[in-house]
Nanobody, 124 residues
Framework: QVQLVESGGGLVQAGGSLRLSCAAS????????MGWFRQAPGKEREFVAA????????NYADSVKGRFTVSRDNRKNTVYLQMNSLKPEDTAVYYC?????????????????WGQGTQITVSS
């Protein structure tokens, strides 16, 4: 069992940057695959980025490649999402997710644990 708490959301102008954090409880954080998803009003929750247990393998949605970077610090039980060159279309609630596995996953149905989400609003 793991509990996830996101932080770092807020309002930012287009072109700006934000870093989200997701703090995980539990002893086995280093054995969890982690993912970031987002959900805009009226839309389905979509994949943003994923990282494997060691941080050595990452995946990104095409819409964020080159702008977002996912990383993790297993000593701090935390995964990060650095978001640069933000666009208004990045506006959404961002969620982190976890699954006990050595792989990475891009499908939301593959994750077992979810945080409560944090709002990102990018103004034009």
């Amino acid at each position: 069992q793991v509990q996830l708490v996101e932080s770092g959301g807020g309002l930012v102008q287009a072109g700006g940057s934000l870093r989200l954090s997701c703090a995980a409880s539990g002893r086995s954080f280093s054995s969890y695959a982690m993912g970031w998803f987002r959900q805009a009003p009226g839309k389905e929750r979509e994949f943003v980025a994923a990282i494997n247990w060691s941080g050595g393998n990452t995946n990104y949605a095409d819409s964020v490649k080159g702008r977002f970077t996912v990383s993790r610090d297993n000593r701090k039980n935390t995964v990060y999402l650095q978001m640069n060159s933000l666009k208004p279309e990045d506006t959404a609630v961002y969620y982190c997710a976890a699954r006990a596995s050595i792989a990475t996953f891009v499908n939301r149905d593959q994750y077992h644990y979810w945080g409560q989400g944090t709002q990102i609003t990018v103004s034009s």
